[in-house]
Structures are given as structure tokens and as C-alpha cells.
């Protein structure tokens, strides 16, 4: 046999999955080759280092934390429940994300259109949008948090209703409390 | 295996102290696997915790005619892997691989036990050095003993897959053991027997 087929054989050899034809022409090759003998002798100390490796002990209490967890975690319904509610409040906010912005965007156009300064209209414009996008992606992400968190359906669909409300509160101080400057 | 069908079949009908007693039955088979994949008591504890759960949400899609011991392990993997994969890019070097990983209790330690921990600790270190898929693969093999079919299983791969990921990561450890025998004292061990050695 040649030495590439010998060295796809060393781990079914390990691992004794080779039939007896094979072993013997396993055994034969080891006889004239003494370069495939020594990588041989590599992948034996292999698997002897591997050989009745130690099993560690878990701790002591991780089967109690696992059942505390599941006596504690959110049950299936009310996940599915609290996912159904969270995309319908993104859908709101998405819409009021999109409507409020688009006609302060009208009246900067037409401002924009009327006033010299076209280009720090724009840059101020941008700022003002990332600003607010900014703002919302965090708010966003803390009622994702809250929603997966919560302990029951109820808790979830208060939390929802009551941040949907801030933040559309919000959004319509923090988009009109801009405007004046833009118009001005 | 009449009892652990039997748990399984009151884990089924919502016994929570059924389920209870198949996680004491596997919990060290898991939390191994995700210590020898994962590198850290505080990580594999988190795996085999998660792990539970898993099998707790999806106890009900279980086949019977399935081994659970190769399901509950399926599961492990599919999660240790995962993990790993998200924190590529962020290698551990093996200096940083923490003493406490070793420190945990051995069962069956005939050895001696400062042979025990350079032992534990170069096989971490080896490990450590293997991509997920192969590291598994060698946890599976040593660790477990499953044959190249229930490796298959376990990894919902074939057995030419496992044969090739097996004969891969010794390939891997072959050349790390060459690297480490061509620095005699860079390694831990021979640093120490040196540190050790009558004048």
C-alpha cells in the first residue's frame, strides 16, 4: 500500500474499524516505511493523551436552577401573545415614525426652497432625523426587553399600550419643538 | 431504559419531578460536552442549563424510537457549536484559558493528582485549538465513546462526515503535538518538570 492511503487509514485504525485484510496491509506498510511509522507513533500518543479522559462534576445544584427556570420562564402563550403585541406597536410606531417626520419634511422643502442656506437646512434636517431615529431604536429595544420579560400577558400589554403612548407623546415634542427653528 | 421511558412518559404528561429526574440522569454527560467544547465551568454550567431547557420546550416533538441520550446530546452540541461559531473572532488564547477550568472535581482519578491536572489542562489546550465541528468530534468519540453511526446521529450528519471530521482534527492535533515537541520548553508541563528538576 502507498502512503497516502496508509494515513487516511491511521484513524479508522484508531478507532479499529479496519477489517483484518486491512489491518494486516496496515501492519505490512508499518514494517517498510519508517517515515509513516513515526506519524503512527504521533497519532497513537494521541490517543492515548484521549484515552479514559476524566468526566468533571457538574454543580451540585444545576439540576434545581434548570427546574427553577422552567417553573419560572415564560409560558408558550403568553411568548406567542407578547410577540403578537410587540409587532403591532412596532407597526404603530414605524407609521409614526414615517408620518410625523414626512411633514416636517414637507415644510422644510418648501423652507428650503425659499431660504440661501439650502445645504445647513439639509445637514440640520439629518442630524435632527438620526437624532430621533436614534432615540426610537432605543426605545425599542428596552420594550422588546420589558415585553420578553415579562412574568404575564397582562403585565405586557399595559407595558406596551403605556410606552406606545410616551413615546408617540414624544415624538410629536421632540419633531414640533424643531420645527420653529426650521420655518424661522 | 423501562424507567427512563417510564420518566419520559410522565415528563409527557407534565410531571415536572419526571423531568426533573432526567435531568439529574444526563446532567453530567451534558454539562462534559459543553465544558469540553465551551473551555469554562461558568459556560458549560450556561449550556447545560439552556440545553435543559431546550429539551423541556421541545420534549414533546421527541421520538421515541430515538435514543434520548442522543437527542439530549444532539441538542447540547447544536447549542455548544452555536455558541462558539458567535464568539469566532474572539479567540481565547490558551494562556488565558484559567487555571479554575481544571479545578473542577475528577471522578475516578487513580492518577496522581498533579499529573491529573497537566493532563486535563493539555487536552483543554488542545481542544481549545480545534475548530468547533472537529473539537466535537473528538469529544464524541473519547468522552462518550458513540460509534462513527450514533456520532451521526447526534450531529444529524453522515457517517462519511464524521469519519472525515475525526480524521481531520487528529490531523490537527498531530501537528500541534509536533509544534509543541519542537519547543520542549515552551510547554506548561515541561516548564514545570524543569521548574521541578534536582540540580
Redesign the interface.
Known sequence: MRCPEFR?W???K??G?LGPDEEWQFTAHLDVCPTCAQ?WR??Q??GD???A???????ED??A???V???H?PH?GAVWGSLALLTVGAAVLVGLFILLPLADFCALAVTAAQSPGLLAVVVSALAHLLEVAAMLAEACRLLAWGIVHSPSLLATLVYLLVAVGAMAAWLRVAVFRKAPLLRG | MEEERALIRKALAGD?EA??GL??AY??????LA?RMLGT?AE??EA??ET??RV??RLQTYDVEQRLSSWVLAIASHYCVDRLRRRRGVWLSVDELPEAAVA??????PEPRFL?RE??Q??QE?LACLPEGYRLA?VL???YDLS?EEMAEVTQTTVSAV?SR??RA?EM??EQ??RSQARPASGRLERRLAGNALP
Do not use: C
Not at chain 1, 53 to 59: G, I, K, L, S, Y
Not at chain 2, 27 to 32: G, S, T
Not at chain 2, 104 to 109: D, I, K, L, Y
Open positions: 487516511d491511521m484513524s479508522l484508531l478507532d474499524r506519524e504521533l497519532w500518543d494521541i493523551l484521549f484515552t479522559p476524566p468526566m468533571v462534576e457538574p454543580p444545576l439540576a436552577q434548570v427546574m427556570r422552567i417553573r420562564g408558550r | 415536572q423531568f426533573e435531568v439529574r446532567q453530567v454527560p451534558v454539562y462534559n465544558y465551568p458549560a454550567e447545560a442549563q435543559f431547557l423541556y420546550r473542577g472535581p475528577v471522578r475516578e482519578a491529573e493532563k486535563q493539555e487536552m488542545m473528538i468519540r473519547y468522552w462513527y469519519k475525526l480524521h487528529r492535533l498531530a503535538m509536533t
